[in-house]
Each structure stands twice: as structure tokens, then as C-alpha cells.
């Protein structure tokens, strides 16, 4: 399906990480079933957006990950975060790590259940978000709908993006942010606007009165998104 770039191969598959997860599957499944990838935000973990299966399509594969670093106040993170430098926000090379240990997963998932024509979404919150942009980006020829909810691209994990606008044109984003977002701020999560665009990218960019969180009528236009 797709090529990934490591030193360390073992049975044709990357030696990183293995993520835990927790899955609803439909009655039926094959080679066209539509599967949706959900990464939890920090300090969270794998129940937290598992919650949407409820009002999410009943025939689709719903797989929820956990992150792989315990933080201080329980939960799980996917790297590390320093809340008082914003320079060095993120830890990237834990962050790295997490990416392609997701990628991998994912292509193991799709593999085990052999899907070869379904469509693939993803849907990330915060720091799940964040490596969503990423996901997406680089391999965008993997997925279709992305949600990426009150997060933001980090460009230093986008340095190496696909820039082929015929490559992307399969993608729909959906990003949404609180306008009281005191985690991420705001114009943080503007950045994403801007750069889809530049990429020509198909998005739906929304604000919410709210905070670090998913509200009522954020949820609700989120399901109409994947309802599409």
C-alpha cells in the first residue's frame, strides 16, 4: 500500500511500538468496509472518543488507540509537553515515535481485516489531532475524512508533507476549536485554515463557544461530517 521509510524491519513490519486499542466491529465485514482510526488527547486514553461509536455508522469498524506514555496525572499521552515553552511545545521525537508507531498499526489493522477498497477515516482530539494533520498529510492517498478537533498542525512534524495536490485531493477535513480554548489557544488552530488552503485542500474550519472540549453542537455537526 504504501512505503515507509525505517531501518528496523522485522516479518515486513516496522519494529516500534505496539499500541493497544479497543474495537467495535460491524456484523459483516470485507474487503470494501469502511474503518475509522480515533486518537485520544493527553492525559486521556482509548474510551474517551470511543464514546462517538453510539451515533457513528453501524457498518463501520471503529478502533480506538491508546497512547503509548503514562502521564503524571493518570491517563496517556502520545509525547510529552512542556506547557511553559511554547517553543518546544512538543517532544519530537517521542511525537516522531508515535506517528510511526500509529502508521504502522493502522496498516496492520487494515491488513489483518482485509481491507483492500473500504475507505479509511480519522478522528483525533488535541493530540490526537495533532498527529492526524501529520497522518493525513503524509500519506494521504491512506485516508479520506480526517477530523481533527481542538488541536493544530505542528510543523515541525509537517516537514515532510506530500505536496501533490493530486494526491490530495481525496481528503476532507473537518476542524473545529473552542474560542475559549485555554489549552491550545485559538489562532493556534486558525494555523490549520491556512494551511490547507495553501495545499488546496477540501476543509470545513469551525469555532465553538466553548473550551478545550467538544460541545453539543460541535459533536453534532462532527456526526453529519462522517455521516456524508
Known amino acids: 500500500m504504501m512505503e515507509l521509510?525505517?531501518?528496523?524491519?522485522?516479518?515486513?513490519?516496522?519494529?516500534l511500538m505496539n499500541l493497544d486499542y479497543i474495537v467495535r466491529e460491524p456484523e459483516n465485514i470485507n474487503s470494501d468496509t469502511t474503518i475509522l482510526f480515533m486518537l485520544h488527547g493527553y492525559g486521556s486514553n482509548e474510551q474517551d472518543l470511543f464514546s462517538f461509536r453510539e451515533t457513528l455508522p453501524k457498518d463501520w469498524i471503529i478502533v480506538s488507540f491508546r497512547a503509548p506514555r503514562n502521564t503524571q496525572f493518570e491517563g496517556f499521552s502520545w509525547y510529552d509537553i512542556d506547557f511553559?515553552?511554547?517553543?518546544?511545545?512538543?517532544?519530537?521525537?517521542?511525537?516522531?515515535?508515535?506517528?510511526n508507531s500509529v502508521t504502522e498499526s493502522i496498516l496492520k489493522i487494515i491488513n489483518s481485516y482485509g481491507i483492500t477498497e473500504g475507505k479509511t477515516h480519522l478522528c483525533g482530539f488535541s493530540q490526537g489531532g495533532i498527529l492526524c494533520y501529520a497522518l493525513a498529510l503524509k500519506y494521504p492517498e491512506m485516508f479520506n475524512l480526517v477530523a481533527c478537533l481542538s488541536s493544530y498542525p505542528e510543523e515541525k512534524l509537517l516537514t515532510d508533507i506530500v505536496r501533490d495536490k493530486k494526491k490530495l485531493?481525496?481528503?476532507?477535513?473537518?476542524?473545529?476549536?473552542?474560542?475559549d480554548d485555554a489549552v491550545i489557544p485559538l489562532e493556534w488552530g486558525r494555523k490549520a485554515a491556512d494551511l490547507l488552503y495553501d495545499?488546496?485542500?477540501?476543509?470545513?474550519?469551525?469555532?465553538?463557544?466553548?473550551?478545550?472540549?467538544?460541545n453539543q453542537k460541535n459533536y453534532m455537526d462532527l456526526m453529519d461530517f462522517f455521516s456524508k
Open 5 to 15: 521509510k525505517n531501518k528496523y524491519i522485522i516479518n515486513n513490519y516496522l519494529c
Open 84 to 99: 511553559n515553552n511554547p517553543d518546544n511545545f512538543i517532544d519530537l521525537p517521542q511525537a516522531t515515535e508515535s506517528l
Open 169 to 179: 485531493e481525496r481528503l476532507r477535513f473537518f476542524i473545529s476549536h473552542g474560542t
Open 199 to 214: 495545499l488546496s485542500c477540501y476543509f470545513t474550519f469551525r469555532e465553538y463557544m466553548s473550551g478545550h472540549g467538544v
